[in-house]
């Protein structure tokens, strides 16, 4: 029985079971080699009780100080309107499990994240947004010297949002990956002055972990070569590989590189993408092509390799030019491009992505625009039905868990903030105005391209109504289109097996309609 949301989150209902974090000591007594591990300690007892058992306090994430003497976690205040607020909180606490956790974030109301220790336990930094009810927003480098009980941001003019920090072996710096014009790079910041320095220029910097002052490793992966273990010598910032796991498994395997462009689109904004180039590739020959539309919309493809159903490489080597952009939204251009994309999902996107396949048609003479192709996942699923009530110029589309209904796809979704602060809510006038406008569902009449609708059950973010809703559509009015259903799936495909199933079902579709074969057999 639910009298408070969230009823449901991501792929699960809501139970009285909530993470925690639990210290027990070990010990071993004087006359005995035999460690044995004393009382479990719950560190979140002391904070303040919630009437109702199915939103109480939930640890989403927790560090410990490298002295074992404190723990730092976050956690959403366990409210009943938790489904329209963003806000986190960070908290420290002992783990002697004698004191009440101190909240170190009492007058913001956004998300914090990734809190992490100094390497001498004094001082304590995290990720925050300040922005109420926006997940979107930049990410601030807040930091709180535990003994003074005084928090700061640093390098708070900075215009890239970070989504990781480690510090320094000396503290005198922290090392942030941030999204970075469609890649993840690596950055050094001066605690003191907030001065920043880029030591990573290409590809998706991963985990970062400091060896001494002048040296990092880090994981680090790019368009055409799976993450392996890199040496960074921080001086000169310069990087080694130290591992090449995936050898002997991609020696019979061709990924291409990724080829930056760029173009002017919406608001006269310049816009970024790239390009890769189809298997056996011979510039004398034409070639389909495939976009990759991204979800979010608020995030951006990075030149990283993905392991998921959005390696781009999957198309090029299935015969098609294939090409990504980051679209306004997209993260890694500046907050501004960020946030341009709010109300304005149906728009600006749109007139980047047209734009974009104009440069690409005009700049490449061996892309074949009359076998052109757009697949996207999310929000991606969402452009893919707006493309469809818009424009006639492809042959075939897939949508991935997708919107089709911004009205009915607000009721059903899990986090009511996020369409709030995107559209608007339906039942206020200028709401429901903006929900209406980029409504996917308004232009039905308007579809007439094949479409492949893929969904998972277990999908809450988007439910599977939606995707059933513009499929049924399309049926209905006899227009080709094939709905792929995963029972056992949610938001992603996450299980191997069907994975497979997953590129199978697409390949298959987008060749069947380009009319191209693909170097090997799909079925």
Not at 27 to 40: A, M, N, V, Y
Not at 407 to 417: F, K, Q, R
Request: net charge neutral.
């Amino acid at each position: 029985v639910y009298d408070n949301l969230w009823a449901r989150h991501w792929n699960e209902w809501s139970t009285p079971e909530k993470p925690s974090v639990f210290v027990m000591p070990l010990e071993r007594s004087s006359k005995s080699s035999i460690w044995k591990l004393g009382d479990e300690i719950d560190l979140s007892t002391k904070l303040p009780k919630c009437p109702d058992p199915l939103i109480r306090w939930s640890v989403d994430d927790y560090t410990i100080s490298p002295s074992g003497d404190n723990i730092a976690f976050v956690s959403r205040p366990p409210i009943s309107n938790m489904t329209w607020s963003t806000n986190v909180d960070v908290f420290l606490v002992s783990t002697s499990g004698t004191s009440r956790p101190r909240l170190l974030t009492p007058r913001i109301n956004g998300m914090a994240s990734g809190p992490v220790f100094s390497s001498d336990g004094k001082r304590l930094a995290w990720l925050q947004m300040e922005t109420p009810a926006y997940e979107s927003d930049i990410n601030r480098i807040y930091v709180h010297n535990i003994a003074a009980r005084e928090t700061v941001a640093i390098a708070y003019d900075w215009d890239l949002s970070p989504h990781s920090l480690v510090w320094s072996k000396d503290d005198k710096h922290i090392y942030a990956v941030t999204g970075d014009k469609g890649r993840n790079l690596v950055y050094s910041i001066e605690v003191a002055t907030g001065k920043r320095e880029e030591l990573t220029s290409t590809g998706a910097a991963g985990t970062v972990r400091p060896i001494d002052e002048s040296r990092l490793l880090l994981t680090h992966s790019s368009q055409d070569q799976p993450g392996d273990i890199h040496l960074l010598e921080i001086p000169s910032c310069k990087t080694k590989q130290l591992t090449n796991v995936n050898k002997e498994l991609l020696k019979d395997v061709r990924l291409c590189p990724a080829e930056d462009f760029y173009f002017i689109g919406a608001r006269g904004d310049k816009v970024h993408g790239w390009l890769l180039r189809p298997f056996n590739f011979n510039r004398r020959k034409t070639y389909p092509l495939a976009l990759l539309i991204h979800g979010g919309p608020q995030q951006g493809s990075v030149q990283g390799f993905s392991h998921a159903q959005w390696n781009p490489n999957m198309y090029a080597n299935a015969g098609f030019v294939t090409i990504v952009i980051n679209f306004h939204g997209s993260s890694g251009y500046g907050q501004n491009f960020t946030d341009s994309i709010r109300h304005k999902w149906g728009d600006y996107p749109y007139v980047d992505l047209m734009r974009g396949i104009d440069y690409v048609s005009n700049t490449f003479s061996f892309v074949d625009t009359s076998r052109m192709v757009a697949l996207g996942g999310s929000y991606g699923g969402y452009m893919v039905n707006w493309l469809n009530g818009h424009t006639d110029r492809f042959k075939a589309f897939v949508a991935h868990d997708g919107k089709f209904n911004t009205i009915s796809g607000y009721y059903g979704t899990d986090e009511l903030w996020f369409p709030e602060h995107d559209l608007g809510k339906p039942w206020e006038t200028a709401g429901r105005a903006i929900l209406e406008e980029n409504n996917p569902e308004r232009f039905a009449a308007n579809f007439k391209t094949p479409t492949l609708y893929v969904q998972g059950e277990k999908d809450f973010r988007i439910p599977v109504t939606e995707s059933l809703g513009a499929w049924a559509m399309l049926r209905r009015r006899g227009i080709p289109s094939r709905l792929v259903y995963f029972n056992d799936e949610d938001h992603w495909i996450n299980k191997p097996g069907n994975s497979v199933r997953w590129y199978v079902e697409v390949l298959d579709w987008i060749t069947a309609w380009t009319n191209t074969t693909a170097p090997y057999r799909i079925r």
